[in-house]
């Protein structure tokens, strides 16, 4: 989470929802190195929701918790770096779990982050692999994923083909 030694920007024009009472939420950050790659990370087979698949860095908006605030956190509880800059937002979208949990929004965004890209931090309790995707491997982010649930590959590769100059 931001603190006072540790400033989030935002670009002017990024909408961050504030979400209704009742609704539930996730955001994602799709983050890029210096090449010009997309990180990914590999979900646990172990895990409730899409177990076994790729996976950005993100997670759900707890209980009164705002979405720039849960973006940080889990940036940092996923991979130990710390969340700079939120250049873009990519999307937001609506989607149903296979876990039975019901209707969430997410509000995914290309971001820049403070440190070690070379050494993420992973939590492997719930990750069983990391990497750096280009264009030519975005049909590994479909892995185990049905027809049509590709929203993880979709993201990463609108990040891709719109990035900006300099990240």
């Known amino acids: 989470m931001p603190d006072d030694q540790h400033r989030v920007t935002v ?70 770096w710390r969340l ?19 209707k969430r929004h997410e509000a995914d965004y290309l971001v820049e982050v403070d440190g070690d890209l070379d050494h993420p931090v992973l939590e492997w309790s719930k990750h069983t692999a990391y990497g750096w995707f280009g264009i030519d491997d975005l049909p590994r ?3 185990n994923r049905a027809p049509g649930e590709y929203l993880i590959h979709d993201l990463i590769a609108k990040a891709l083909r719109d990035r900006p100059d300099t990240v």
């Open 11 to 80: 670009d002017d024009d990024i909408e961050i929802p504030s979400p209704s009472a009742g609704e539930v939420w996730a955001v994602g950050a799709v983050i890029l190195n210096r090449d010009g790659r997309a990180f990914a990370q590999k979900r646990s087979p172990h895990r409730r929701l899409f177990p076994d698949c790729w996976d950005i860095v993100g997670g759900h908006v707890e209980p009164g918790e705002l979405l720039l605030d849960t973006l940080a956190r889990e940036v940092e509880e996923e991979t130990g």
């Open 84 to 102: 700079r800059h939120v250049r873009r937002l990519l999307d937001i979208t609506t989607w149903t779990g296979d876990d039975g949990e019901g």
């Open 141 to 143: 982010l479909k892995e």
